[in-house]
């Protein structure tokens, strides 16, 4: 993730910002203070950590060896401390699909907690779509998209103001049907079905 990126994103505005363990060191180089520093700090030594302290940040520190990754320690943390919704940058990784999938996860926790969540990178956006719950989408920032079903499958589903439009159509897990779309109208609409779909927004390159 470059730094304008980041910039760019918190710029946005946002009521609080929460580093996780290295990722700390991205906003200090953009002079950010974040509310909150938590992880096991495999990956930021204590020096660093004792910095972000003496500047009034939060450290909350967890073992190595735990049943949690700090991205789902910091998912409940905002969750706990009132979030209406998340922003997760960095949360996917070509070298890393376990966490990637495991994000796409949360994304589902944080949903049934009543909490609306989505992964933002470069050019990328995963966010979920529930039973019933109509998205639209804008054509002007030129991404496509995909759906996939967030499980077994999803029947129900509706789609226009796109190249390929469905009308009460099925996602299957294994079926690759919602795979990449394209904006055809001045806006896109998306009705999801009877269960929650992934949509992965993304530039086309």
Avoid: C
């Avoid at 660093?48 to 302290?53: A, D, I, S």
């Avoid at 998340?86 to 949903?111: F, K, M, W």
């Amino acid at each position: 993730m470059s730094p304008e990126f980041l910039k760019a994103v918190l710029q946005e505005g946002f009521d609080a910002v929460y580093a996780v363990d290295g990722g700390a060191r991205r906003l200090k180089d953009l002079a950010v203070v974040p509310q909150l520093l938590l992880g096991d700090f495999d990956s930021l030594d204590l020096g660093e950590v004792e910095e972000w302290k003496q500047a009034g940040t939060a450290i909350r520190s967890f073992p190595e060896e735990k049943d949690w990754t700090d991205m789902e320690l910091a998912l409940d943390a905002a969750v706990k401390n009132g979030a209406a919704s998340v922003t997760i940058l960095g949360g996917h990784s070509a070298g890393r699909l376990d966490h990637t999938l495991a994000n796409i996860g949360l994304l589902y926790r944080a949903e049934q907690q009543g909490v609306q969540a989505m992964l933002r990178g470069e050019g990328l956006e995963v966010r979920l779509i529930g039973p019933g719950q109509e998205v639209t989408l804008d054509p002007e920032d030129g991404r496509d998209f995909s759906l996939l079903p967030l499980g077994y499958e999803v029947h129900s589903v509706r789609v226009w103001g796109v190249k390929y439009p469905l009308e009460n159509g099925s996602l299957h897990l294994g079926d690759t049907l919602g795979i990449h779309n394209q904006i055809s109208a001045r806006s896109a609409h998306i009705v999801g079905g009877d269960g929650f779909l992934i949509l992965i927004r993304f530039k086309n390159e």
